[in-house]
């Protein structure tokens, strides 16, 4: 079984920082693309960002300039550090990865973490 874990969400106030990380565990034979989604109450969730195995990285337009996304392949862990926090990112965050586990190594399937609460006030 494959496994997402997050860490880092609270409460912050405007114009602060958050760092989130995630960790994936389990029966993992490669993992490709990491990313972290977002959901606030009433919305749709999307994508805030996303980095390929190879360190290429894509942001939602809401967010350049001030989320940063990074991974350690050897541990596999993702993160994201969020600076100039604003209202608007208030929601749940979620971490997504496309893995292929031990055993179905030539497919790939999609795994989501709990989500952690990020809020920020004005």
């Known amino acids: 079984q494959v496994q997402l874990v997050e860490s880092g969400g609270g409460l912050v106030q405007f114009g602060g920082s958050l760092r989130l990380s995630c960790a994936a565990s389990g029966s993992i034979f490669s993992i490709n693309a990491m990313g972290w989604y977002r959901q606030a109450p009433g919305k749709q969730r999307e994508l805030v960002a996303l980095i390929t195995s190879g360190g290429t990285t894509n942001y939602a337009d809401s967010v350049k300039g001030r989320f940063t996304i990074s991974r350690d392949n050897a541990k596999n862990t993702v993160s994201l550090q969020m600076n100039s926090l604003k209202p608007e990112d208030t929601a749940v965050y979620y971490c997504?990865?496309?893995?292929?586990?031990?055993?179905?190594?030539?497919?790939?399937?999609?795994?989501w973490g709990q989500g952690t609460q990020v809020t920020v006030s004005s």
């Open positions: 997504n990865a496309r893995i292929s586990p031990t055993g179905r190594r030539w497919s790939e399937y999609d795994y």
